[in-house]
């Protein structure tokens, strides 16, 4: 199991929080993540920490499908793979019509479908051909009679340094997640239990996982959890309420927030619905205290060495192989210690 990390996106002391992923990386940890949303772009950082790093692996945590076209996509993992000698892997997303519609003004329309072109498009222009698609979604290139061009295909100038980039899809819908399974090298979800994810995303796991390439090897699973180890550390599942009431209560309208529906599917019906009303009219604090304290648990890593380990062993089992910590921690010295003591139990495991 590969023990990752992410980064705060706000832009908050990014340069001295690079600075400190050197430590983190002789630490032990694989891969650093790098989301998007509607903050800096996490191109440009990704580029930053590239640069000062040598070993860690770099992720994008992720980015939309809707805000680049298809090959400036795939230019910009080529061009991420190259500066950092091979270490990229390209995380992308539908994201959802709050961030789509309301920061970038595009219709957030079939996800599915641009998700498989999009793939497909990068893959053809890393192994630099020439890039001709015929889609329902994307056409390269704009045939002559309806653009002011040729009409002609052109591939990559440069030669990527691996023709095969890693592609991680963020997912949790049932079609969405089929669609990653059978086409993707990874796939990330979000709030991940595993005592329930078989019987959420089991049957579109195997559907998509049928019809896979068994050239693409097995799947990349991508958890995340909060990380603390100890015994008083148990007041820290409280960080997780606001970030979870969000998702939950203001990523969508109703009726179109996926994040709702992933909770309502867990089990927490009830719960879910009293948390969008609540966020929705302004009540974010009264809608961060309904997240149930079970979702909370369970998609953590925080408690005794003892409940850490067991946490990681059912995060394993459940079929995770990547796992993405947010370490918590007093200082600097503390986070690093928590990244050294759980790659050295997922080590054990």
């Known amino acids: 199991m590969r023990i990752g990390m992410g980064l705060n996106y706000a832009g908050s002391g990014f340069k001295d929080t690079v600075e400190e992923l050197a430590d983190f990386e002789k630490a032990g940890l694989d891969i650093v993540y790098v989301p998007e949303a509607y903050s800096f772009d996490a191109v440009s950082q990704m580029g930053y920490i590239a640069a000062k790093t040598e070993r860690l692996e770099i992720g994008s945590g992720i980015l939309n499908i809707y805000s680049r076209t298809p090959t400036a996509i795939a230019q910009t993992a080529a061009g991420l793979d190259y500066v950092s000698d091979g270490r990229f892997t390209l995380g992308i997303g539908a994201s959802g ?75 949790i ?50 958890g995340q959890a909060a990380l603390a180890i100890g015994d008083d550390v148990q007041g820290f599942l409280e960080f997780g309420r606001p970030m979870a009431a969000l998702y939950i209560g203001g990523m969508g309208a109703k009726g179109k927030n996926f994040y709702n529906d992933l909770a309502r599917r867990y089990g927490f019906e009830k719960e879910a619905e009293e948390i969008q009303d609540l966020y929705l009219d302004g009540k974010k604090d009264e809608a961060a205290a309904k997240v149930p304290q079970e979702l909370l648990e369970k998609m953590s890593l925080i408690g005794s060495e003892g409940h850490v380990r067991e946490r990681l062993a059912a995060m394993k089992e459940s079929g995770i192989t990547t796992l993405n910590v947010s370490p918590i921690a007093g200082d600097h010295k503390g986070r690093i210690a928590l990244i050294e003591k759980v790659k050295q139990m997922a080590a054990d495991l």
């Open 97 to 171: 019509p709050q961030v789509i519609e309301g920061f970038h003004g595009v219709p957030y329309t079939a996800p599915l479908g641009r998700t498989r072109e999009i793939i497909d498009i990068c893959r053809k222009v890393w192994r630099r051909e020439r890039v001709q698609h015929d889609g329902k979604h994307y056409t390269l290139p704009l045939p002559a009679e309806k653009g002011t061009g040729l009409g002609k295909a052109l591939k990559l100038i440069n030669h990527p340094v691996r023709a095969e980039i890693p592609i991680m899809v963020a997912a």
């Open 173 to 222: 819908g049932p079609k969405n997640v089929e669609l990653t399974a059978e086409i993707a090298d990874g796939w990330e979800p979000i709030f991940y239990m595993p005592e329930k994810a078989a019987d959420v995303w089991g049957a579109s796991l195997a559907a998509g996982k049928a019809k896979r390439d068994p050239s693409l090897g097995e799947l990349d699973v991508v």
